[in-house]
């Protein structure tokens, strides 16, 4: 209880100078907070990513809209070739997992390499901690709290990467059990790291395994904003099967821009055991809101969410049909992802060297082989395009320098070029156009199959093997293959059959130890054969007796 002052005029007196002081310490403070919210968005502004108006700036101070892709690195830290794959694939950001204890910790060197292996593919990294997944509801999540505890145990990593990095404080970090726990244990972690000088741009996930369904995030949103001094944290939901409507997703997302609050769709899917995500409309509102989206995940999931897979066993040559879809799509990684401004993507204008040696090595009744000899370029070579016709057909990393297509039509004419891509976003000039006929349907006549690949090449020749099959159901009693080359090939040497060659035209004939071949059995031959200009594949014939 107050005490209370009974005379008039004493009391006067008092009101008058209270307000006096009152109006004067309200001016004072509203300076000073002026001057350390400036200085804070300052010091944000030359240290790396900050949040202007709820857009999400870079250090540079440009519009950054991530466009990104999930890595498990936390269970697949060998995988350290995805980073350049998923940079090849038209990601600008990759969101990476990792433990603090849950599962293997990744320490601060490991850290410090994943940021590495980010800025090398010129990749924005939002590092989160996976370790609170479901906290409350799921056994063994760990606490927001102890989340920063990890946190700052890697600090040494991550102060003065504040330009390339972002921090995801918690993945999903309460379950559906109490979820407006999550208010006071978020605020509580976002000051603990602003204490310890941590003035990275925060994501703060949402509760509810991250799909805040009882908006508890949405509705708390101001006041977890206004928590951080900094002013620099950026709200992340997770669409799954709670946002099957367009409705869902375009009311969700607006509820955040209409206040000038950040905001961006940390986690999607096409398909959930939870519902059907409408990943459409996430994809199209996000793009027209201009906020980010980040897909789940490269590859390695399991436990039933095999489906969430974009390539299959870490193979950027195997896309699933989600990984395609993201990938692809009109409001996809390669039509709507642009490369943050920090990379200096204008810097860089010397195109890769056009790939070299492209040759067809392999043909079925379904598909061509192709291989090449790599690019160079005076930063480094990023990955490769593979175009049938006019037709883009694969978009692959560095390190391949081979591909198949298939699902082609049988006994049909294709020709193919390949591009060289660097980080910067240069293509090179084509390489060589080469051209290659898929097999006859079944495989020849007779019950006979042949095909043929390369097994090496050189400058002024090359060698091969052919392979014959019998598709028949009794068994031969002799074979002979026939081809015509579509150069000057001249065959130097052969083993395993004989040979007679009249210009371009080559028959090759099994011998006395090789012609009986039972169904579904086969044989093959080799040969070294002399040529210059081009080296195409031919189109066989087989014959069986």
């Known amino acids: 209880m107050s005490r209370q002052i009974h005379h008039a005029d004493t009391r006067s007196a008092w009101f ?46 440009n519009d950054f809209i991530i466009r990104g892709i999930s890595h498990p690195h936390a269970w697949y830290s060998q995988r350290t070739s995805s980073f350049a794959d998923i940079k090849v694939v038209g990601a600008n950001s990759v969101r990476v997992v990792l433990s603090g204890g849950r599962w293997p910790v990744n320490t601060a060197s490991d850290v410090a390499n994943v940021i590495s292996l980010c800025k090398q593919n010129r990749l924005i990294c939002m590092l989160e901690n996976h370790d609170t997944t479901g906290y409350g509801e799921a056994s063994g999540a760990y606490s927001l709290s102890q989340a920063v505890d990890y946190w700052l145990s890697i600090r040494s990593a991550l102060v003065g990467q504040e330009a390339y990095i972002l921090i995801n404080i918690g993945n999903e970090p309460y379950g559906n059990t109490n979820p407006t726990g999550w208010i006071a244990a978020t605020i509580d972690a976002i000051q603990r790291l602003r204490s310890a000088g941590l003035t990275h741009t925060l994501v703060i996930d949402a509760p509810n395994w991250g799909q805040d369904w009882s908006n508890t995030m949405r509705d708390n949103a101001q006041t977890i904003w206004e928590a951080d001094p900094l002013r620099n944290s950026i709200f992340s939901v997770h669409m799954y099967g709670v946002y099957n409507t367009p409705e869902k997703v375009k009311a969700y997302l607006d509820s955040f821009t209409s206040r000038g609050l950040p905001i961006l769709v940390g986690e999607f899917g096409w398909y959930h055991s939870d519902g059907d995500p409408d990943e459409v409309t996430i994809t199209e509102h996000t793009t027209s809101l201009g906020l980010g989206y980040i897909g789940w995940s490269w590859s390695g999931n ?124 240069n293509v090179s000039e084509a390489s060589n156009t080469v051209s290659a006929t898929t097999q006859p349907s079944g495989g020849g006549t007779d019950g006979c199959k042949a095909t043929y690949q390369f097994d090496s090449q050189w400058g002024t020749g090359f060698g091969a093997t052919v392979t014959v099959t019998n598709t028949g159901t009794t068994a031969t009693k002799g074979w002979t293959v026939s081809w015509t080359f579509g150069g000057n090939q001249q065959i130097t040497n052969m083993w395993n059959a004989t040979q007679t060659q009249s210009g371009a035209s080559v028959t090759a004939r099994n011998m006395n130890y090789n012609g009986v071949i039972q169904p579904g059995g086969s044989t093959s031959f080799g040969f070294q054969a002399a040529y210059s200009g081009s080296n195409t594949l031919p189109t066989l014939t087989c014959t069986a007796n």
């Open 16 to 61: 008058w100078w209270r307000r006096l002081l009152t109006t004067a310490t309200t001016a004072v403070l509203t300076a000073v907070l002026s001057v350390l919210a400036s200085t804070s968005a300052a010091h944000a502004a030359d240290s790396g990513f900050h949040i202007v108006n709820g857009r999400l700036l870079d250090a540079n101070g």
């Open 302 to 425: 399991g436990g039933g969410v095999e489906y969430l897979d974009m390539v299959s066993n870490f193979n950027p040559a195997s896309r699933t049909d989600w990984g395609n879809w993201l990938i692809t799509s009109a409001n996809g990684l390669e039509a709507t992802s642009v490369e943050a401004s920090v990379f200096g993507g204008g810097g860089d204008t010397q195109r890769p060297t056009a790939p070299g040696n492209l040759a067809a090595t392999g043909t079925t009744s379904s598909s061509v082989s192709l291989a090449w000899s790599g690019s160079t370029d005076n930063v480094a070579v990023t990955g490769y395009d593979v175009y049938r016709g006019s037709s883009r057909v694969a978009t692959l990393p560095s390190s391949m320098l081979s591909y198949t297509d298939t699902g082609l039509s049988a006994n049909t004419a294709y020709s193919y070029k390949v591009y060289a891509r660097d980080a910067a976003g």
